[in-house]
C-alpha cells in the first residue's frame, strides 16, 4: 500500500480494503502535490498572491484619491446610540447604508452594507459575546458637507463629511484617526449576470489573457501592456459621460468576477462579486501590531512594495518566515500605538481578507527622521491601513484606548476573554506523531520517571485512531485505552489525543453514518455531500456552522459515545482550516455551501473556531459541567481564546523558527489568544542537540508548552541527547514547574480583565520607544522579562531593562541592574536570562514532583522584589485547578505588599473561599538591609520569631519555615 510523504503512514481504502491502482496513483499524486517532503520548503505556487486573488487584484488597483461616495447628510437620523446616514456611488449610482453605533467604553462601531441586496449579506454571529452597551450620541455640530458627533461622555467626537465621504475621528483637538480619507471605500454591490454570448466571450477572453499575463510577467519586469491600451484610441481623451460608460462597462468584465480559476480548480460565484474594502488613516503612529497568524516580526511591515498581510485559514506546509502569506489562523484586529495613545481596529469579516499597510516614514533612517525635524520639515507620521475582505459587509469597531490595557478590555469586552485553563495544561506536555502503541507510551512514561523529569500530558496524533477514523482506537496498538489511561490517571497524569474535523468516509464508520443521516455535512454548490481528501483518504466535513452539528459532535464526546475514553482524556484539534489535500490551496472550495445557504468563501476563517468550540462544549458537558476541557486548536479566529490553546502550526528545526515563535505568540496575545506555544524542537527536521535545549528553555517560559515532532524524525525524548543536555533540559522544566502558581495567576487576570500573559515591553513601558520595535525579549505579566537565547553557538546576548529609576534582578544570580539600561551578558548552554522586577512579589513551589497534580499540597516560596523604595506587591491565585467551582467563588486570590519593611498578606476577593493545606516555607527578599530581627504576626496570636540568613554580596535576605498557611493573612515584619 502507499506511503503518504506527509504523514509517513500506509493508507488503506473504504472499509480498510487495498485501494485500486487508480486510486493509489491519485492519492500519491495529491499528497505529492499538498504534502512535499520535509526537506524542502512551502511550495508557493499552491497559494494565492494578491494578483492572483481577483477581488484583491480589483481592490488594490483603486488608487488613493476623491472618493467616489458621497454621504447625503440630508437623509441622516439619529437615535439614542445609532447614527445612519446613505452613501452613494457617483459611479455607479448604488447607494449604501452607514451606521455608526457609539458603544460604552470609549469604542465605535460602524456598519457599512447595501440599502436592497439582492440577497442578504453574511454577518459574523458567535463572535461577540453579547451585544455591545450603547452610549449615545449626540450632534454637537453641523455646516453644508459636516456634521459632528459627540461620541458619549468620553471626549471624542466624529466628523461625518458629505463630499467626498469621510469620517473623521477626534480627541479634543486632536486627530486620531480617520475612515474614507484616502477614498478607498469599494463596496462591490450584488448584481444579475448579464449571461449574454457576448458577455460569456469577452469574459473567457479576460480571464484568457490575465492568465497569459500572469505567466510572462516577472518581478524584473515593471511596464505591463494591457489589453485595453491596445484598443484604438486607447489615447485620446474621453467625455465624461464615455468615461463613465467605459469604467462600468470595465467593471462588468473584470476578470475573475463571477467566475476564478487557480492551477485546476475554479471557483464558480453564483452571487457574482462582492468584495469590500475601506481605508484608515492614522496621524502620528508609526507602529502598528496583530493581525496574526503570520511567521513575522512583531511589528507589522509596509507592504507598498509587497503582497498584504493575508488572513486566510490554510495548511501551509512547512511554512516560511518573515513573510506576509497567510497561516492557520486569523485574528482581524490590529493595533496601533505611540507614546501618547493605543488605538485598534477590529474589522469583522470571516472572508479572505487582505490588509495593506503604508506609511509615510516608512525607509527612512533615524538620522533621516531626525534631520527632517531639525530642518523644519514638520511632516508628521501616519500610518494608513487599507481592509479588503472577499464577501461580508464592513463591520468595524474602532478601539480608542487610549491606554494599551484600555485597548485589551475594551476587546475582551466583545469577543471574551481567555479562559481559565485547567492547571494540568499548564505543565510540560510531550508529543510526537506518532507513539506507537500502549507500549510505547508506557516506555516514555516510564522514561520520565526514570530520569526524574516532570510532565503532566502524553499526546497521541492521527495513528492512534482504527483507520484514522477519530472517536476510536486501532484495536492492535490500543487495544485497552481505558488501562493506558488508568495507568497514567495513578501517576496523575493525562493524555491528549487527536480528533479531527475530517471524517472518513466508510459505511462502516458509526460517526460517518450518524452526521451523513443527520444531513450534517457541508454540502457542494449542486447539493451533494463536500467529499475531499485528507488523512483518511476520502472524506466528508461536518457542518460546524450548523448549531444543531455542534450540539451533536459534542455529544459524541460522552463516555458512553466515545469508547475507551476517561476524565483524564482530552482533545486537539488539529486540520480544522478546514484541510483538504486536493482543494484549492488545500483548502475548501469557496463555493461549497454551508447552514443557512451561505458559502465557505462567507465563513471560512471562523469554521475553525467552531472546532473548538463543539469540542470544548463536548468536554465540559461529559461531566455534567462540572469540568474545565483543554482543547488545543490550529485553526482559529477573533474568540478562540474562549475555548481553549493554540500552537503555531508545522514549524521546522532552525534557529530562525524558534526566534519567530516569539514575535509568533506575542501577536497572539495581543489579540486576546494568551495561551499560545510553537512546537518544541520544531516539528519538521532534525534539531541539534543544542538548538533543542535553547527550544525547551524558551519553551519552558512561553504559555503553551509542547514538544513535538515529525514521524520521520529519530526520537527526542529529553534523555536520549546525552546527560548533560537531558540535565539542562531538567532544570528548565523545572523552572517551568517552580512557577506554575505564577502562570496560574496570570490567567485568571487574563479571565478577568483581558491582559495578555505575554507580552510585549511597550506594554508596560508605553512611552519607551526603544522597546516599540522589540521583539526578541518580553514579560510575562508585569513581573518577569525573558529574553531566551535564540542565535546558535551564542556567546552572550543584548539585554534592554526598562523603567525610569526602575530595578530589576536576575532571578538566578540576584544580581541587581538600575534601569534603563541597554547591556551584554555572557551565556552558557544552561543560561535562561529572566529578570524580576522591582516591586513585584512571584509565589514559586519549588518541590521537584512528577507533575503539576503531584505539587498541589506542596509548599510556597514567596520571591519578594524591592523597588527603590522598597516596596513590593504581588498576588497569587488558587483553586481546585480543574472545575468551575470558582464560579460560585472557591477559590482563593491573595495579595502580599511589603512597605516600610513589613510583609502582609490579605484577600483580594474576600467572596473566595478554598481550603489548602500549602503554606510557606520560605521568603526570599531582594534588595534589602540586614535586618535585627524578623518577626511574624497572625491576627489574635503573639509574634514568633523566625530564622533568617543574609546574603550581603546579593542583599538577599532569606526567612526559612515562617509555617503559615498560604490563605491566612499575616504579617512579617524586618527589625
Not at 454577518?123 to 456634521?147: F, K, M
Not at 520639515?377 to 500610518?383: D, F, V
Not at 469577543?415 to 510505547?440: I, V
Not at 460560585?888 to 483580594?908: D, I, K, P
Request: charged content about 25%.
Amino acid at each position: 500500500m502507499p506511503v503518504c510523504f506527509c504523514r509517513g503512514t500506509r493508507v488503506r481504502g473504504e472499509s480498510g480494503s487495498k485501494m485500486s491502482a487508480a486510486r493509489r496513483l491519485l492519492w500519491a499524486s495529491l499528497v505529492l502535490c499538498s504534502c512535499l517532503i520535509p526537506a524542502l520548503s512551502v511550495d508557493r505556487s499552491n497559494f494565492k498572491t494578491c494578483d492572483q486573488s481577483s477581488f484583491c487584484r480589483r481592490q488594490r488597483k483603486l488608487q488613493p484619491g476623491s472618493s467616489p461616495y458621497r454621504a447625503l447628510l440630508g437623509s441622516a437620523e439619529l437615535s439614542g446610540d445609532r447614527f445612519s446616514v446613505k452613501l452613494i456611488d457617483d459611479k455607479n449610482q448604488v447607494s449604501l447604508l452607514l451606521e455608526v453605533f457609539g458603544l460604552d467604553g470609549n469604542m465605535t462601531r460602524i456598519k457599512i452594507n447595501e440599502i436592497n441586496p439582492l440577497k442578504p449579506r453574511y454577518e459574523v454571529p458567535d463572535v461577540l459575546i453579547e451585544p455591545p452597551r450603547p452610549a449615545e450620541l449626540q450632534v454637537s455640530g453641523q455646516d453644508d458637507n459636516t456634521l459632528e458627533l459627540s461620541l458619549g461622555t468620553t471626549g471624542h467626537t466624529l466628523l461625518v463629511t458629505g463630499t467626498p465621504f469621510r469620517l473623521d475621528i477626534l480627541a479634543g483637538q486632536d486627530l486620531v484617526l480617520s475612515v474614507n480619507s484616502r477614498g478607498l471605500l469599494h463596496f462591490e454591490h450584488l448584481r444579475q449576470r448579464k449571461d449574454t454570448l457576448s458577455d460569456k466571450v469577452s469574459s473567457a477572453v479576460g480571464n484568457m489573457w490575465h492568465k497569459v499575463k500572469t505567466l510572462f510577467s516577472s518581478d524584473s519586469e515593471k511596464h505591463e501592456v494591457s489589453p485595453e491600451s491596445e484598443e484604438p484610441n486607447a489615447g485620446e481623451p474621453e467625455t465624461p459621460k464615455e468615461e463613465e460608460e467605459e469604467s462600468k462597462k470595465a467593471e462588468e468584465e473584470e476578470p475573475g468576477m463571477w467566475d476564478e480559476t487557480f492551477k485546476t480548480h475554479t471557483d464558480s460565484k453564483p452571487n457574482g462579486p462582492s468584495s469590500i474594502g475601506l481605508d484608515f488613516s492614522l496621524p502620528g503612529f508609526e507602529h502598528v501590531y496583530g493581525i496574526p497568524e503570520h511567521a513575522d516580526n512583531l511589528r507589522l511591515r509596509t507592504t507598498e512594495s509587497t503582497d498584504p498581510y493575508r488572513l486566510y485559514n490554510l495548511d501551509v506546509f512547512q511554512y516560511e518566515i518573515y513573510n506576509t502569506m497567510a497561516l492557520y489562523g486569523s485574528v482581524p484586529l490590529l493595533l496601533a500605538h505611540n507614546i501618547h495613545r493605543t488605538l485598534g481596529i477590529f474589522w469583522l469579516n470571516a472572508a479572505e481578507t487582505w490588509v495593506d499597510i503604508s506609511s509615510n516614514t516608512a525607509g527612512k533612517t533615524l538620522l533621516g527622521k531626525m534631520l527632517q525635524y531639525m530642518q523644519g520639515g514638520g511632516e508628521t507620521p501616519q500610518t494608513d491601513v487599507r481592509w479588503m475582505s472577499e464577501s461580508g459587509i464592513i463591520d468595524v469597531f474602532l478601539l480608542l484606548g487610549p491606554s494599551p490595557h484600555d485597548i485589551f478590555r475594551q476587546y475582551a469586552s466583545l469577543t471574551g476573554t481567555q479562559s481559565l485553563p485547567p492547571y494540568f495544561s499548564l505543565g510540560y506536555h510531550q508529543c510526537r506523531w506518532n507513539y506507537n502503541d500502549e507500549e510505547d507510551v508506557r516506555n516514555v512514561d516510564s522514561g520520565f520517571d526514570e530520569h526524574d523529569l516532570p510532565y503532566d500530558v502524553i499526546w497521541l496524533d492521527i495513528e492512534h485512531a482504527d483507520g484514522k477514523r477519530y472517536f476510536t482506537w486501532d484495536p492492535h496498538k490500543f487495544p485497552t485505552p481505558q488501562d493506558m489511561l488508568s495507568r497514567l490517571k495513578d501517576k496523575r497524569r493525562k493524555m491528549v489525543a487527536i480528533v479531527d474535523p475530517h471524517i472518513k468516509i466508510d459505511n462502516n464508520y458509526r460517526i460517518h453514518n450518524e452526521i451523513r443521516s443527520r444531513n450534517f455535512f457541508v454540502k457542494t454548490k449542486d447539493g451533494s455531500d463536500y467529499e475531499g481528501w485528507c488523512w483518511p483518504g476520502s472524506a466528508a466535513y461536518p457542518d460546524f456552522t450548523n448549531p444543531e452539528m455542534r450540539d451533536w459532535w459534542s455529544s459524541m464526546f460522552a463516555y458512553d459515545q466515545y469508547e475507551g475514553s476517561m476524565e483524564n482524556l482530552f482533545v486537539w484539534n488539529d486540520m480544522n482550516e478546514p484541510s483538504v489535500f486536493n482543494g484549492p490551496e488545500v483548502t475548501m472550495h469557496k463555493d461549497a455551501v454551508h447552514w443557512g445557504g451561505w458559502e465557505h468563501r462567507d465563513i471560512h476563517n471562523i469554521y475553525g473556531l467552531y472546532v473548538q468550540k463543539a469540542t470544548a462544549q463536548g468536554l465540559i458537558q461529559r461531566s455534567g459541567g462540572k469540568e474545565r476541557p483543554f482543547v488545543l486548536t490550529r485553526a482559529f479566529f477573533a474568540g478562540s481564546q474562549r475555548y481553549g490553546a493554540v500552537w503555531t502550526g508545522d514549524n521546522a528545526a532552525e534557529w530562525d523558527h524558534l526566534k519567530i515563535s516569539v514575535p509568533m505568540c506575542l501577536s497572539l496575545s495581543l489579540v486576546g489568544i494568551s495561551f499560545c506555544g510553537a512546537d518544541v524542537g520544531g516539528f519538521f527536521k532534525n534539531p541539534e542537540p543544542e538548538l533543542l535545549v535553547r527550544w525547551y528553555q524558551a519553551g519552558a517560559y512561553q504559555p503553551f508548552f509542547r514538544a513535538h515532532a515529525h514521524l520521520d524524525t529519530p526520537r527526542r525524548e529529553p534523555w536520549l541527547h546525552g546527560e548533560a543536555n537531558m540535565l539542562i533540559i531538567k532544570e528548565a522544566l523545572r523552572q517551568r514547574y517552580a512557577l506554575l502558581p505564577f502562570w496560574y495567576t496570570l490567567f485568571y487576570r487574563a479571565l478577568r480583565k483581558g491582559e495578555p500573559v505575554m507580552r510585549p515591553l511597550w506594554v508596560e513601558y508605553p512611552s519607551d520607544v526603544t522597546t516599540f520595535a522589540m521583539d526578541d525579549q518580553y514579560l510575562l505579566g508585569t513581573a518577569l522579562l525573558v529574553h531566551p537565547v535564540t542565535e546558535s553557538n551564542a556567546r552572550g546576548v543584548q539585554i534592554y531593562l526598562p523603567g525610569d529609576k526602575e530595578v530589576w534582578y536576575d532571578v538566578h544570580t540576584y544580581q541587581r541592574y538600575q534601569a534603563p539600561q541597554s547591556f551584554y551578558l555572557p551565556v552558557t548552554s544552561s543560561s535562561i536570562p529572566v529578570y524580576q522586577r522591582g516591586g513585584t512579589i512571584i509565589p514559586q513551589k519549588n518541590r521537584p514532583r512528577r507533575s503539576s497534580d503531584c505539587m498541589q499540597d506542596d509548599p510556597f516560596t514567596l520571591y519578594v522584589a524591592l523597588d527603590l523604595q522598597g516596596e513590593a506587591r504581588g498576588e497569587l491565585y488558587l483553586d481546585d485547578g480543574h472545575t468551575f467551582n470558582y464560579e460560585q467563588n472557591e477559590f482563593l486570590y491573595r495579595g502580599f505588599t511589603y512597605s516600610q519593611g513589613e510583609l502582609t498578606s490579605s484577600s483580594l476577593e474576600p467572596q473566595g473561599v478554598f481550603k489548602t493545606p500549602s503554606w510557606i516555607e520560605r521568603i526570599i527578599i531582594l534588595g534589602v538591609t540586614k535586618p535585627t530581627s524578623v518577626t511574624l504576626r497572625l491576627p489574635g496570636l503573639s509574634e514568633t520569631q523566625l530564622e533568617f540568613e543574609y546574603d550581603a554580596n546579593t542583599l538577599a535576605l532569606t526567612v526559612r519555615k515562617p509555617g503559615m498557611n498560604i490563605a491566612a493573612d499575616f504579617t512579617v515584619s524586618l527589625r
